[in-house]
Each structure stands twice: as structure tokens, then as C-alpha cells.
């Protein structure tokens, strides 16, 4: 149930990200951590503070800010490129991906309804990227849509081998938000503007996305992945880029098509087929 609430909140991702604009992306990436180690910092409290987590391997911590900082350099990248419905189903390949590659740990093995969904997975974003017309890709649409394939190639790796990390505590994502926010904030200095969200509403966006999709979610995906069923929570993930996608044609930032829908159809049907498959 925990890994389920934070895919609820991660449909969101997209919307609160774009919402966001102006702020560049690791800007975005220094504010919202900083942000969502807020509720981890409140529970460490509660335990008796940081002092345990700072003893842990630091083989741990690298681990855990790496996955979070790269995947948010890279998603918050694409959907400043790229148009957010499309660079978000992209991204959300993740569900599919973490099903393929739970399927390399010991012990396990690729049946043929993992391959059949991963084909129609990559077909949905083969689809998205082929569809790029000549101005999206002038205007860096189109390395926007690279760039998600590799925030979904990012999360999924950290998933899965954050289950062989089943020791470590939920609690260790507080230094991790930590950590990335830090790392955010210096290279945001080194390398980029600073630009402030556009009015009440773009400060709004901020706060929910680093109290929600960057913050609590990340906790609660983290014991699912530890202590859930990580085929479960696979075949739930794979409403994650419908949801999403739903969303941003009702706050109107995204256009409903063919392409659009059938791209969110691949993906999702790839994802569950492939989980489904998994499961037997």
C-alpha cells in the first residue's frame, strides 16, 4: 500500500514540474529536496534523531543521492525541453523497466510475457519520439525525449537494487534529500541562472512538489520496495503514466491525439503484461 500511495503521488510529477517554470532544473532539483527532506528530518526526530543514519556505509549514501539526484537532473531536464506529456510517458517506461530487470536478480529469469511487454513499451515511446515534428526537434524536443528514456533507465536500476539494500532504513531517504539537494544547489550555482517560479501559483507547484512527489513519496516507495511485493507493485505502476497523462489534458498543458493516447496505451499495456508475466 505504501509503494501504491507514492505512484498516486508521483501522477502528479509531471503536472507540479511544468507548473514550475521558470526554475531550471537543478534549481528545482536543490529546492524540492530540500523541501522533502522535511518529513524524513520530523521522523528522525521522533527516533532519536540523525545520528545512526550518519554511521552508515557511505557506499550507501552515494547509492541513494546518485539515483535521486539523476534521475531528477534528468526528468526535470526533459520537461523543461521537451512537451511534458510526451517526455513524461517516456519516463514512465520506469514500471516496465524495473519488471524486466527484477528478472536479472539471482534466481530469476525473462519469460515471454516480459519481452512482449517490453516491446510494446518501447514501441509506445518510439512512437512519441518518431512523432517529433522538425520544430520540436530544432527547438531540443527531441534530446528532451532522450533525456527521459534516461530517467527511466535511472530509476529503474536504483529500484531494483535498492531490494539488496533491504537493511538499510526507510528513514536513510532523509540524508539522501539531504544530500541530492546539496549537490543540486552547487551545481545549480556552477552551472546555471537562477530564476524563481512565476507567481503564487509557480511557488505552489514548488511546495507540493517537494512536500509530495519529491518528498513523502520516496519513503513510501522506499518500503515498498523493501519490505512489499515488488511484482505487485509493478503491475499497479503501470496506471502511473495514464494517470499522468490524464491529468495534464485536464489542467490543459497537454493536447489530446492519436498518438498521445496510443503511446499511453503501449506503454501502460506493456507494463502490465510484463508484470502479469512476471507474476506467473
Do not use: N
Not at 514550475?20 to 528522525?44: H, R
Not at 517516456?90 to 524486466?100: C, G, N, T
Not at 499511453?264 to 508475466?277: E, K, Q, T
Amino acid at each position: 500500500m505504501a509503494g501504491i500511495a507514492a505512484i498516486g503521488l508521483w501522477s502528479l510529477l509531471a503536472l507540479l514540474t511544468a507548473a514550475s517554470a521558470p526554475v531550471p532544473p537543478l534549481q528545482l532539483s536543490a529546492m524540492a529536496f530540500a523541501l522533502g527532506a522535511v518529513p524524513g528530518l520530523i521522523w528522525a526526530a521522533r527516533r532519536g534523531g540523525l545520528g545512526p543514519l550518519l554511521g552508515l556505509d557511505w557506499k550507501v549514501h552515494a547509492f541513494g543521492t546518485a539515483g535521486l539526484f539523476g534521475y531528477h537532473f534528468l526528468y526535470f531536464s526533459a520537461l523543461r525541453l521537451a512537451p511534458p506529456a510526451e517526455a513524461g510517458l517516456i519516463a514512465y517506461l520506469w514500471p516496465l523497466l524495473i519488471v524486466l530487470f527484477s528478472g536479472l536478480l539471482p534466481g530469476e529469469r525473462l519469460g515471454a510475457g516480459q519481452v512482449l511487454g517490453a516491446l510494446l513499451g518501447f514501441g509506445g515511446a518510439a512512437l512519441l519520439i518518431g512523432g517529433a515534428d522538425a520544430a520540436s526537434r530544432d527547438s531540443g524536443a527531441f534530446f528532451g525525449y532522450l533525456l527521459a528514456l534516461g530517467c527511466a533507465l535511472a530509476w529503474s536500476t536504483y529500484s531494483v537494487l535498492s531490494r539488496r539494500m533491504a537493511q538499510v532504513p526507510t528513514v536513510a531517504v532523509t540524508v539522501f534529500c539531504l544530500l541530492t539537494a546539496l549537490l543540486s544547489a552547487g551545481a545549480h550555482l556552477l552551472w546555471e541562472e537562477t530564476a524563481w517560479p512565476a507567481g503564487a501559483w509557480g511557488w505552489a507547484a514548488v511546495l507540493g512538489l517537494g512536500l509530495g512527489p519529491v518528498g513523502l513519496a520516496f519513503y513510501l516507495w522506499d518500503m515498498g520496495m523493501k519490505r512489499g511485493d515488488i511484482q505487485l507493485l509493478g503491475v499497479s505502476a503501470y496506471a502511473a503514466p495514464l494517470l499522468s497523462t490524464a491529468i495534464l489534458i485536464a489542467a490543459g498543458l497537454a493536447t489530446p491525439g492519436p498518438a498521445l493516447f496510443v503511446s499511453a496505451v503501449l506503454i501502460s499495456a506493456g507494463a502490465l503484461i510484463a508484470a502479469r508475466g512476471r507474476a506467473r
